[in-house]
């Protein structure tokens, strides 16, 4: 049986930067504080706990005073830094710094529509990490809209910009925008931004292509992964034989029976040594 994983999977820069940081800090502070999961991947989160890296929550993170504290690539808001400072909390942070460009450009665009009446869009995921620190850049003004349901709520009538989540899916949010035009008159002042990740939004056809020269597909992400739902589904569309799976425990011995080719694929929350385990355990 073959068994090859997709060169391109596995953990994006930003995670990758993000992860080197902690690591880097622990090696001369085995007591390191992290303001959420780094990673939405369970199994990569337990491995950094064991090496001191502890998961607090905003609350818990509120409590805090004279300690280190990282931020992950995801971002935070600016009252984060703001308790940080007056709390002396020391912060590492590890923003990816396509999101730092991300925060900026809606921080301009919120002091733009300030000054005339408009409005701020943010398409993305209600509650997700990063969109909770994009939203604080416009005092969490801002509208966070989903999927076409959530525009009955905009006012077309003012100006808008639309920003999205780096990591939601580019199809969707070319739609998105389409259908948000159907409803403006020709004069509207209305712009969206480009700011979905290239490296999420190029993946897709290299993806695709990977899944058609297998029989059989492992999708290996955290559930709780946006990107991992959005390329799981791209895997599914492309090789109706995918399976999504977190672990190796998930592994089932009649998926391997008739098949010749397997691929193994994953987000970019997903570790490289987490494929290769599940590659090696494939053979047992």
Not at 5 to 14: D, K, L, N, T, V
Not at 85 to 96: F, H, V, Y
Not at 148 to 175: A, G, H, V
Not at 218 to 239: E, H, I, P, R, T
């Amino acid at each position: 049986m073959i068994v090859e994983i997709e060169r391109h999977s596995g953990f994006c820069f930003g995670v990758v930067s993000a992860i080197q940081r902690a690591e880097k800090e622990l090696q001369n502070d085995k007591n390191l504080y992290c303001l959420g999961d780094i990673v939405h991947n369970s199994a990569e989160v337990e491995r950094l706990a064991k090496c001191g890296l502890h998961v607090i929550s905003h609350d818990e993170f509120s409590k805090l005073s004279n300690c280190k504290v990282l931020i992950r690539a995801h971002g935070e808001p600016p009252e984060i830094y703001a308790i940080a400072k007056k709390q002396n909390i020391t912060l590492i942070d590890a923003t990816c710094p396509i999101v730092l460009k991300l925060q900026q450009s809606i921080r301009e665009g919120y002091e733009e529509m300030q000054k005339i009446g408009g409005q701020i869009l943010i398409y993305g995921k209600p509650g997700h990490a990063e969109v909770l620190g994009l939203e604080g850049q416009t005092e969490h003004h801002a509208m966070v809209v989903n999927d076409e349901s959530d525009l009955q709520d905009i006012d077309f009538s003012k100006p808008i910009r639309l920003y999205s989540q780096t990591t939601k899916n580019k199809d969707d949010y070319d739609k998105l925008q389409k259908d948000i035009r159907k409803q403006l008159s020709e004069t509207a002042d209305f712009i969206a931004f480009d700011t979905i990740c290239g490296q999420v939004a190029n993946r897709a056809k290299e993806l695709c292509e990977f899944c058609k020269k297998h029989q059989l597909i492992l999708f290996v992400s955290g559930k709780n992964s946006s990107n991992g739902q959005y390329l799981f589904d791209l895997c599914k569309q492309a090789n109706a034989n995918t399976h999504f799976i977190s672990d190796a425990s998930e592994l089932k011995s009649e998926w391997f029976k008739t098949v010749d080719s397997v691929g193994i694929c994953g987000a970019t929350s997903t570790p490289m040594w987490l494929m290769e385990h599940i590659a090696e355990r494939i053979f047992l």
